[in-house]
């Protein structure tokens, strides 16, 4: 058997080898909360529709309707009648609608992580075994580009843009939807391999809200650079589960000054952390995701996919927990996942229930 289980954003990969030695490998970054970029979504403003533009400042024989959305793909000074008018370029036509009668949209995307081609769980494998190819790092700085609900201001709904929450003092309910989101992240991007979903459950969810008390206790947290492995270990045995390391945390962190923001600025950061983790960055935040020399740690890639090169652990699913704890302004947030191995082995389950 063989389980990797890591850290990012303070990115720590701990190599775990048939539940046996553990190696550190420790690289300190951690990401500031995520900063959404602007829309670029507009409306016409009032209740008529309104003349466009060709690029030439004429008049179009085109009309924008107030009740349509419209993505633009450029801003430009056009010169209309002597003067310069800023306007938006829409539609496939070079169609331009003049600034004064715009104003910005409100849009929603649905959250999701894609896999570019090449990456493939052969090409994973070989990157977790420390030999990427270039066509795959290619591939995971093309990922961290494309993915960019992190970067976008659009939420997923209007209620997780109005929806404030405090995170030293989460409800239940908050914590498990921000742990049912995560897992679908995993879960869409694990589906693109062709490979079985992780599965929420209320046991490894007391585990991960253990776990995060453990870090509480202790003044401990990603910004430490390691796992507190002594407080999953005292986690793990008060759930029945007998392992001595740690084999089922990967964590992820931000700093934030105020604890209290809205679900969507919450659910990004989430987002951040995963997408870095798939796609083997280890920058911090999303600006230097272009300097390939960012793209070096896939020991969570290997955890998130279930492939390691084990014969035990490849291919196979995993049950999933989700919490946050926070030392000064610094929070963690804590993955947990226990393999579905590890439950069905009566030397490792003695009396976990996931």
């Avoid at 602007?38 to 209740?47: E, L, M």
Wanted: net charge positive; glycine share 8%.
């Amino acid at each position: 058997m063989r389980i990797k289980k890591t850290v990012t954003a303070i990115s720590i990969a701990i190599a775990l080898a048939g539940l046996g030695a553990v190696n550190n490998t420790v690289n300190t970054n951690y990401t500031q909360s995520v900063q959404a970029a602007s829309n670029k979504y507009i409306n016409v403003k009032g209740n008529k529709r309104v003349r466009l533009y060709n690029v030439n400042g004429s008049k179009s024989k085109y009309y924008a309707a107030p009740k349509k959305k419209y993505r633009y793909t450029a801003k430009r000074y056009l010169k209309i009648s002597g003067k310069k008018q800023l306007a938006y370029k829409i539609g496939d036509n070079s169609h331009w609608l003049l600034a004064k009668d715009a104003k910005a949209a409100t849009s929603y995307v649905k959250a999701k992580i894609t896999l570019p081609k090449a990456y493939t769980r052969s090409a994973l494998l070989n990157a977790y075994k420390g030999k990427p190819s270039s066509k795959f790092v290619a591939a995971c700085m093309k990922g961290m580009k494309d993915n960019d609900f992190s970067r976008i201001k659009a939420g997923e709904n209007a209620a997780d843009n109005k929806t404030k929450i405090n995170l030293d003092n989460l409800t239940t309910e908050q914590t498990e939807e921000l742990g049912k989101y995560a897992l679908n992240l995993i879960n869409g991007a694990r589906s693109q391999l062709g490979l079985p979903a992780w599965v929420y459950s209320e046991g490894t969810q007391k585990l991960a809200v253990d776990i995060a008390t453990e870090y509480a206790k202790a003044g401990r947290g990603i910004n430490n650079g390691d796992h507190y492995v002594q407080g999953i270990v005292n986690a793990c045995h008060n759930n029945g589960l007998k392992l001595d390391d740690n084999f089922v945390e990967d964590m992820a962190g931000f700093k934030l000054n105020s604890p209290v923001i809205t679900m969507t600025e919450m659910k990004k950061n989430i987002y951040f952390g995963i997408k870095q983790m798939i796609f083997g960055y280890v920058g911090s935040g999303e600006s230097g995701r272009a300097k390939k020399s960012n793209y070096r740690e896939w020991e969570h890639a290997g955890d998130l996919f279930n492939t390691q090169g084990s014969k035990n652990t490849d291919g196979d699913y995993n049950y999933f927990g989700f919490s946050i704890s926070k030392t000064s302004n610094v929070y963690s947030m804590h993955f947990i996942s226990v393999p579905s191995y590890v439950v069905n082995s009566s030397k490792y389950n003695q009396g976990f229930r996931p």
